[in-house]
């Protein structure tokens, strides 16, 4: 695992599954507009926490994109689930502003509920089909511009899925602050 200390909060980043993150207070799911079980993270956590998550999220849905809400964990070792719809690539205009409002408002949302722990997937980079490098950009770019007004965050993590997908987090972080 990476980690990194940036205005008193560490980043880290890892391969492994997102509902599985034991030592983290809040995980954010890369919802669907429904915030229904789907595939990937969305299936995840929904398969971990139990049916509870989704009864809980019915009177939230539907979302819009960049848009974040928050649950309880339920099952899941995470006291919280922070649920954010992600643009679809080349569809959801602008592309860019909508997956950083993801990261924003998973964020601000941390704070609001004096969250010390979070835990990120690559947001929009399974089937909304966005480029992982483009992706990983705009999301540590956007944690490294908030880290210094976060007063609740200490632990930011990014849960990889492959091991590609760590590496070009890991040399993207390098390349940004080292």
């Known amino acids: 695992m990476l980690k990194r200390k940036i205005s008193d909060v560490e980043i ?6 997102i509902s599985k993150q034991e030592d983290i207070e809040a995980i954010v799911n890369a919802a669907n507009a429904q915030l229904r079980t789907g595939g990937g993270v969305a299936g995840a956590i929904h398969r971990s926490a139990g049916p509870g998550l ?3 999220c019915r009177p939230l849905a539907s979302i819009e994109r960049g848009e974040a809400v928050i649950t ?7 006291g919280y689930v922070i649920h954010c719809l992600g643009p679809v690539y080349g569809v959801d205009k602008p592309e860019d502003k909508l997956l950083r409002d993801c990261y924003v408002n998973s964020l601000n949302l941390a704070e609001e509920n004096k969250v010390k722990s979070i835990a990120f997937p690559a947001i929009s980079t399974g089937a909304f089909g966005y480029p992982i490098d483009k992706a990983v950009k705009i999301a540590l770019e ?3 511009d908030k ?5 609740h965050l200490e632990k930011i993590r990014f849960v990889l899925y492959s091991n590609d997908d760590l590496n070009i987090y ?3 972080l390098k390349e940004m602050i080292d």
């Open 72 to 78: 309880s964990g339920h099952n899941l070792p995470n």
């Open 12 to 17: 880290q980043l890892t391969k492994g599954d």
């Open 170 to 172: 890991e040399k993207t």
């Open 147 to 151: 880290v210094s007004e976060l007063k």
């Open 54 to 56: 989704e009864k809980e």
């Open 142 to 144: 956007t944690v490294l």
